[in-house]
């Protein structure tokens, strides 16, 4: 499979276009699913390109898309901070700050759960604290 480079002129959206595309197979179809999903769950999600894979930030990175053999792993930066209660999180389960979901070929992810967890994900971003804030505040006045 040849892998998606950042190309002169495109944007975060194509690259992520052209690597589903690329894929060609049940991964292209998945990872196609999630970014609707994750787009869906968060009108002002940032589609980004960042070390060679797909990565949808708000108030800093929500999740990225890798694509294995196996498997469409979908990892949440701050992923152990966020509740999971259908239990969609099957991977990086000992990491202390991120967690990921494994998707294998013919497995479907519960819609309404994921969209929860990217909300959540968008929450606990944009909850910074007030330290961080205030210098934020600093900065802008």
């Not at 959206?13 to 998945?30: P, V, Y």
């Not at 792993?73 to 202390?96: I, M």
């Not at 909300?119 to 944009?126: I, L, P």
Request: a positive charge; charged letters at 35%.
């Amino acid at each position: 499979m040849k892998r998606t480079v950042l190309g002169e002129g495109q944007t975060a959206a194509e690259l992520i276009s052209n690597r589903i595309e690329e894929l060609g197979d049940w991964r292209g179809k998945t990872l196609a699913r999630m970014r609707t999903l994750i787009k869906e769950a968060d009108k002002d999600v940032v589609e980004e390109w960042k070390w060679g894979i797909p990565v949808w930030s708000h108030d800093g990175i929500l999740c990225t898309g890798e694509t294995y053999k196996k498997a469409v792993k979908l990892t949440f930066a701050k992923g152990a901070s966020l509740k999971d209660p259908k239990g969609l999180f099957n991977s990086s389960l000992e990491g202390k700050v991120r967690r990921a979901l494994d998707i294998g070929e013919g497995e479907t992810v519960d819609a309404a759960a994921f969209k929860a967890l990217v909300r959540e994900a968008a929450a606990v971003n944009g909850a910074k604290p007030a330290k961080a804030k205030a210098k934020a505040a600093k900065k802008v006045g």
